[in-house]
């Protein structure tokens, strides 16, 4: 078995002199939920629109089942779709919406009217049937075109930022709802967001794109403790940035020098840095503690936010740059603003990028 | 405040004074035509002396109006076809299309609303009677679609523009063809708007006068060609029944719009 | 990471798509631009080539006249449409919605009622035996009938009813989407009624208020039916004018040279309007 499921080869999609989509290749196996991230511009809509066939790539290839599709019309790719906006027949009751792709296959009266049943389950909406879309609710017309997507058994399903028009709490109720339909299905998902947050909650698998690239491909747990690039690491989870005044390497560690003199060895390196130089240390608020030996890193705390469970405090380090951490409320009593103190770290929790 | 209607004030019933006036102005005139429609005098005296509806006979007997009104409704239904059709298509490339030159293009659909008719009337009486179209129906047919195409093409651009494109990519990703969604999708969704160019391309041609005079042969005449001819020569009460029933028409086919609108609407 | 990366994003395929409009450019081209062309270009080459039917146009007094009164016409009933129809669109933007209906309802069975029928509705009610001047008569107001009609008079009266409903709605629309806490804040600042008309309200219905004026002004100048049955064989307007030489006096060139006096007047208008308002309405 090495044909791939799913393989995005070199693909390239230029407008003009703007280069979209820059040499993506991923491979995605069958079943996968796979999360496109990134910010807006970054070539992750353009890569799923050039799935749905709405694009044509510049150059390089998707094969399915090592079949290419690009000569496949949109229409006959057999790929399920989910948008960014309410996409329901306006005119059509919701079985109708349903019943669309299956009666354009001329499938058997029973066969429809049973498949529409069971989507109708599986989203969650039985009895809403005979409702038109616009007396649906945002999260119901999305789950109503969830249901349209997956009604002729798509091998691969879009979601191109579903849930960015619903509010937040609605959109992590139906966040459920799609994990437990992939589950269900077993289908493989390929989904567009730029929320982090949405991303890890959802995906087996995150691509992070920037710039029409693909910085780091992983899971969730990777992206955050592993990021590959200085991006995926201010992307992914919260993060402060340290100027490094030198950095001496040494295999797959460096030591480190701040600019105020303050040294830190062990730190691991990213993105195939091999030479020493200069560069940004990245470690997480979370991973910070005030240190009660007067050793780490010596700042200044500016500013003190209580947000409950934890609070946040604000540094200022000797040479000026801002860096914030993030704790349980009890184990930051003593931070003042104004009062001097250190911070430490576990040096494998920082990552140094050069 | 002036802009808050409950904190107007004295203005407020200055205001609603010089409104009234002004409604009055504007449904005076049509009330009154079809008041002297049923009065007896010959000299349109008002008040009429007695109620009748001898002009309304007088107009039924005579196979000319009849005649007339056909040929206007055959000239509206084609034009008003016509202009549908055509303006659909002219939509889809304004909206969809991505060509330079496309606000030029808008433009220039928009023209024959803004020009002044007498100019296209001159201009094209003058090609239709070197090419023989003068005086035929399929001649007033082509004047009333340049005429009509403009306000169904504002029509169809205003709902498609309205219509979220993704709502079609999602029926083509189902299966169906992209012409299969355009007619089972597209246009489904944008029938108010296709309703709305029928409706008001067949009322540019029904009404029309300017071209209609200079396009008709005294064997070929609109309705309009017919009262104007009529009211050069007197202003016989025959003109006012048939102004009449010109005015309830436009006020049935305006009525029966609304009520088709609201339904489609539900 | 270069500068050219800058991506566009969700750009489904969209083609150039000029193809659908083909049909229409064709009509028009063929039964529009191409006659409206060599219309006016029989005005410089009947009877033979050279701008004497322009010569002849300005420098006849019959003809100079018929342009003044176009004029004349057009900028008085720009004028009176103007004056009347603010207060309409004023107080129909801000009165409640069901009497909003009812007064939309009026102006737009006005404006559809068929223009022949309201252009003789009035020329029996201005004639010499028509209502207004028996009425006036028996109130003792008068002692002679008036001339209201087959005169300028009465094609001022005619055309101001045709026009009022093009002024009223850009008005309405305009004076609509004036957010009301504007003047709210003009009152605030201490601007009085007549101030906060004159410095507020007045100046953001401008726009509509241009609009209006700019589309009854030229609507006025080319216009046919009403000037025709209103107005007097002396008292002739620009439209009518160019029906005559063509029609009844085929007089070809003399007529083209008077069409294209009134479609450069007309798009010298809409030129100033997009130029000074943004495009047309």
């Known amino acids: 078995m090495n044909t791939m499921f799913l393989s995005i080869d070199k693909l390239r999609k230029t407008y003009g002199a703007v280069v979209a989509v820059d040499n993506v290749s991923l491979e995605v196996p069958e079943g996968e939920f796979l999360t496109f991230l990134g910010p807006s511009g970054s070539g992750k809509s353009t890569t799923l629109y050039a799935l749905a066939g709405f694009d044509e790539p510049s150059a390089g290839d998707i094969r399915l089942r090592g079949a290419s599709i690009l000569s496949t019309p949109s229409h006959k790719r057999n790929i399920g779709m989910v948008f960014q906006r309410y996409t329901l027949f306006p005119h059509l009751s919701v079985h109708e919406n349903i019943a669309f792709p299956l009666r ?251 | 405040m002036l802009l808050s209607y409950r904190k107007l004030g004295g203005l407020r019933i200055a205001l609603w004074a010089i409104t009234l006036a002004v409604c009055l102005f504007l449904l005076v005139p049509i009330i009154f035509i079809a008041a002297l429609s049923f009065g007896s005098s010959q000299w349109l005296i008002f008040p009429p002396p007695s109620w009748t509806t001898k002009w309304y006979h007088e107009l039924f007997a005579d196979p000319r109006w009849l005649q007339a009104a056909m040929t206007s409704a055959k000239v509206g239904l084609l034009s008003a076809a016509l202009s549908v059709f055509l303006g659909l298509l002219a939509s889809f490339a304004l909206v969809r299309g991505s060509f330079p030159g496309r606000g030029i293009l808008r433009a220039l659909f928009l023209t024959p609303m803004v020009l002044p008719v007498i100019v296209f009337a001159v201009a094209i009486y003058a090609l239709f009677l070197r090419i023989g179209l003068n005086g035929t129906l399929v001649g007033f047919v082509i004047a009333h679609t340049v005429l009509g195409f403009p306000f169904a093409v504002i029509a169809i651009v205003n709902s498609l523009e309205g219509f979220d494109k993704s709502i079609e990519d999602a029926a083509v990703l189902c299966g169906a063809s992209p012409l299969q969604a355009k007619l089972k999708v597209t246009l489904p969704a944008i029938k108010l708007g296709l309703f709305s160019a029928a409706i008001f391309s067949f009322l540019i041609s029904w009404d029309e006068v300017v071209v209609a005079i200079f396009m008709a042969s005294p064997t070929l005449q609109t309705l309009p060609v017919r009262i104007w001819g009529a009211l050069r020569q007197d202003l016989s009460p025959v003109i006012a029944a048939a102004s009449t029933i010109l005015v309830a028409f436009t006020l049935v086919v305006m009525a029966l719009a609304a009520l088709i609108r609201s339904r489609m609407n539900k | 990471m270069s500068q050219t990366t800058v991506a566009v994003e969700r750009s489904p395929r969209r083609g150039r798509g000029i193809g659908p409009a083909v049909p229409a450019m064709l009509l028009l081209a063929l039964f529009f631009i191409i006659p409206v062309f060599s219309l006016l270009l029989r005005s410089v080459t009947e009877p033979e080539l050279g701008l004497q039917n322009y010569g002849e146009l300005f420098a006849t007094s019959t003809y100079a006249r018929v342009f003044f009164n176009t004029f004349m016409v057009a900028t008085v009933v720009t004028a009176v449409t103007l004056i009347i129809a603010y207060p309409v669109a004023w107080l129909l933007a801000i009165m409640p919605q069901r009497h909003a209906n009812l007064v939309m309802a009026v102006i737009l069975i006005s404006m559809w009622t068929n223009l022949l029928a309201r252009t003789y509705a009035w020329m029996v009610l201005l004639q010499r035996t028509g209502v207004i001047n028996t009425t006036l008569m028996k109130l003792g107001l008068i002692s002679e009938p008036l001339a209201l009609v087959k005169n300028l008079t009465g094609v001022t009266i005619g055309m101001t009813y045709i026009m009022l409903p093009f002024v009223i709605l850009p008005l309405y629309a305009t004076i609509r989407a004036i957010d009301p806490s504007t003047l709210q804040a003009a009152a605030l600042c201490g601007a009085g009624r007549w101030q906060a008309f004159r410095r507020v309200l007045l100046p953001l219905s401008a726009p509509g208020a241009a609009a209006g004026g700019l589309m009854v002004f030229v609507m006025s100048l080319g216009y046919f039916v009403t000037p025709a049955l209103l107005g007097g064989a002396s008292n002739m307007m620009l439209a009518e004018m160019i029906a005559q030489l063509v029609q009844s006096l085929l007089n070809w060139g003399l007529g083209s040279a008077a069409a294209f006096v009134l479609l450069v007047v007309t798009l010298a208008i809409y030129a100033l309007q997009i130029r000074f308002f943004g495009g047309m309405r």
């Open chain 1, 104 to 354: 354009v296959r001329h499938q058997s009266a029973s066969d429809i009217a049973a498949r529409v049943k069971a989507m109708l389950t599986l989203v969650r909406l039985e009895g809403y049937g005979a409702r038109m879309p616009a007396h649906l609710s945002g999260g119901q017309q999305q789950r109503v075109a969830l249901a349209r997507a997956l009604a002729y058994d798509p091998p691969v399903l879009l979601m191109d930022e579903p849930l960015s028009a619903l509010d937040k709490k609605l959109r992590e109720e139906i966040q459920i709802e799609i994990r437990r339909i992939h589950q269900e299905t077993g289908v493989t998902i390929l989904y567009v967001t730029h929320d982090q947050e949405e991303a890890l909650r959802l995906s087996d698998r995150i691509a992070v794109f920037n710039h029409g690239r693909i910085e780091q491909v992983g899971t969730g747990r990777e992206l955050y403790h592993n990021p590959a690039t200085r991006f995926v690491a201010g992307f992914v989870g919260d993060s402060n940035f340290l100027e490094v005044a030198d950095a001496e390497v040494r295999g797959e560690r460096a030591r480190i020098t701040f600019p105020d003199g303050t040294t830190l060895a062990n730190v691991p390196v990213h993105g195939g840095a091999s030479a020493s130089g200069t560069g940004e240390l990245m470690v997480r608020p979370q991973s910070l503690r005030l240190s009660t030996d007067g050793s780490g890193l010596p700042v200044r705390v500016r500013d003190v936010t209580f947000l409950g469970d934890t609070s946040t405090v604000l540094f200022e380090t000797a040479w000026g740059q801002e860096i914030w951490l993030r704790a349980a409320a009890s184990q930051i009593n003593n931070a003042t603003p104004g009062a001097n103190c250190h911070l430490e770290w576990n040096a494998t929790e920082s990552h140094w990028f050069a």
